[in-house]
């Protein structure tokens, strides 16, 4: 099965800074690649994803870079705010819309507490 | 997106017994998952409630512990079975697109005793 590896656990930086987030995979049939942010008692909510025809991806303040060849994809994040601070995960699946068939479950890195020091 | 809801939001209970939690989606949806996050710990996937079969469980979890079930296409339930402390977990329920996206319920927080 898939296996999902995430660096750093823990990632502090100055407000203002950039921070980025990296993530392995070892299914070269995975084909979708989710981020979702967690603060703390809530429900991770999905901040970005990127699928295997596209390299990157930009949302304002928030990119996410994928490397098929070397299966790994990155988070960053720029001109990061307090309201940064929360835990990231990143994810992978297989199957779905680019495959024809139904999506399968996501498989989890660890996750990442981003720490955004004012 | 679609508004997941969970019941119930929060329980505690004593080793030994069950508890069903619901899931609801406003909207029909083909793919449902269910996944459990144990305490300061990564999400991992359960088992798999598509609508018109059986649900699909991962390595490490079984039928007879977490029986699902999945009526119609915008409700489905998990079963935590006669339950210890280390099932002490928030239990959440995805809903899945056809372009892969899934969103999350807001969980129910279990606590065993």
């Known amino acids: 099965g898939e296996n999902v590896e995430q660096h750093p656990s823990t990632l502090s930086v100055q407000e203002g800074d950039s921070a980025v987030i990296k993530c392995t995979y070892s299914d070269s049939a995975s084909n979708y690649f989710p981020w979702y942010k967690q603060e703390l008692g809530k429900r991770p909510q999905l901040i970005i994803d990127?699928?295997?025809?596209?390299g990157e991806k930009k949302d304002q303040r928030i990119a996410v870079t994928l490397n098929k060849t070397a299966k790994h994809f990155s988070l960053h994040i720029t001109e990061t705010q307090p309201e940064d601070s929360a835990v990231y995960f990143c994810a992978a699946s297989s199957g779905g819309f680019y495959s024809g068939g139904g999506a399968d479950g996501l498989t989890f890195g660890k996750g990442t507490h981003l720490i955004i020091q004012p | 997106s679609a508004v997941i809801s969970q019941k119930p939001s929060r329980d505690i209970c004593q080793r030994g017994t069950s508890l069903t939690i619901q899931c609801q989606v406003d909207s029909q949806v083909t793919m449902m998952f269910w996944y459990r996050q144990q305490p300061g710990q990564s999400l991992t996937l359960i088992a798999t409630a598509n609508q018109g079969s059986e649900a699909t469980y991962e390595s490490g979890f079984v039928i007879d512990k977490f029986p699902i079930s999945r009526p119609n296409l915008t409700f489905s339930t998990l079963t935590v079975s006669n339950m210890s402390p280390e099932d002490s977990s928030i239990y959440l329920c995805t809903v899945g697109t056809n372009y892969n996206e899934q969103f999350f319920g807001p969980g129910t927080r279990l606590t065993v005793l």
């Open positions: 990127i699928r295997s025809n596209v």
